[in-house]
């Protein structure tokens, strides 16, 4: 007897406009403080639009492409499965409701941030916002300074930005060539 | 207004392609344009209004929405978003799909393993610039820290964060 051939890997279903559109609805507005906890949850574990496995890959590159890492995730997911029209579908499910909800939100501020007790709560908003970008950022760069010939690269970008004031084009064509120097001797 | 609609489409849409890292990392740049060399903000409506559109649900390139109400209500709201995504956006799906091809290749292993630092370093200085402009006190820098390692080491829902720093704000401003 022969063995049974390899089970082929399951073709994700197409998804429709409609499922592309609500699937990243509901993900932006409960994405209080960032979308990409809760659009992972509904893509791997709700809706098994994804393996975690095909999610990270994808992710990763969002992540290194220019842009709002889970806009470009709507847009590349909706892309493979509708082209064109299946992008735009996820990304306005993303952004719709968000955006009239932001604008709402910062046409109080015009109107009410002027009155004292508003300026007192949003100055303690704003380094709650601060402190919750490097909380995330410590996230972030953990895994990654776990490889200590990162850290070196990652200290020269962040002085390079704060403290010597270079643009973000000026930092990058400094630094990126010595790192993908210093990785591909690694590799 | 035509021309702040075309001059918001232009920053915008070059910041696009410039945010590498996220929108986070591209923040200290977003702020240099905006407050530094046009003067349309202040550091602390920059900060206030960064705060808000963490306020908000969805993804953080609402920033851009804000800033661009804010010079042109709705409208420019919605052009800034979209000259925010849209070449990115464009040029995400046309890689992903060359990406998904060379998979296994060792020059994606080797630009992937570069880009790994320096979007470390970047996200780094986005908070480093956000720390400085909102942190103009004892109160709110400890508010910061405390959120900070909050964030870092808890699993606790970001709203409740950033409620408790406007509560903080509220009972030690008055």
């Known amino acids: 007897m022969t063995n049974a051939p390899p089970a082929p890997s399951p073709e994700p279903p197409r998804l429709s406009h409609a499922q592309l559109f609500t699937g990243f609805l509901s993900a932006g507005v409960i994405g209080f403080g ?4 809760v659009a992972r949850r509904m893509i791997v574990d709700e809706k098994r639009w994804m393996s975690q496995v095909a999610f990270n890959d994808l992710f990763s590159l969002c992540q290194f492409m220019p842009g709002a890492n889970i806009v470009n995730l709507a847009f590349a997911i909706g892309a493979r499965h509708q082209g ?26 015009a109107r009410f941030g002027t009155l ?19 909380g995330t950022a410590l ?7 776990a490889n200590r010939r990162n850290i070196p690269l990652s200290l020269a970008v962040f002085a390079l930005v704060v403290f010597v004031h270079l643009s973000l084009p000026v930092t ?16 | 207004m035509t021309n702040i609609l075309v001059t918001l489409t232009l920053i915008f849409g070059k910041l696009s392609l410039l945010a590498v890292g996220g929108i986070n990392s591209t923040l200290p740049e977003i702020a240099a344009e905006i407050v530094t060399s046009r003067h349309w903000l202040s550091p602390a409506q920059f900060s206030q209004l960064y705060a808000i559109s963490n306020a908000a649900p969805g993804p953080n390139v609402l920033i851009t929405t804000l800033i661009g109400a804010h010079m042109a209500g709705v409208t420019g709201g919605i052009i800034a978003t979209l000259a925010m995504i849209l070449p990115a956006g464009i040029l995400v799906v046309i890689v992903s799909q060359v990406w998904e091809t060379y998979r296994e290749a060792r020059w994606r292993r080797i630009i ?9 370093g970047l996200i780094l200085a986005a908070a480093g610039v956000l720390v400085r402009q909102a942190d103009t006190g004892f109160t709110l820098t400890a508010t910061t ?21 406007a509560l903080v704000g509220l009972i030690l401003g008055t």
């Open chain 1, 34 to 37: 960032g979308v990409l906890p």
């Open chain 1, 84 to 109: 064109v029209s299946g992008a735009a579908a996820a990304v306005l499910g993303l952004l719709a409701a968000p955006m009239a909800i932001v604008m709402l939100l910062g046409a109080a501020y």
């Open chain 1, 116 to 134: 004292p007790l508003a300026q007192h709560a949003l100055a303690g908003l704003a380094a709650a916002a601060a402190g919750l970008v490097l």
């Open chain 1, 139 to 145: 996230r972030i760069a953990g895994p990654i300074f």
């Open chain 1, 172 to 187: 990058m064509l400094i630094v990126v060539p010595v790192s993908l120097f210093l990785a591909r001797r690694a590799a």
């Open chain 2, 112 to 120: 992937q393993a570069a880009l790994l630092p320096v979007t470390a």
């Open chain 2, 145 to 165: 820290l405390l959120v900070a390692i909050l964030a870092w080491r808890s699993n606790l829902h970001p709203l409740w964060l950033l409620g408790g720093g």
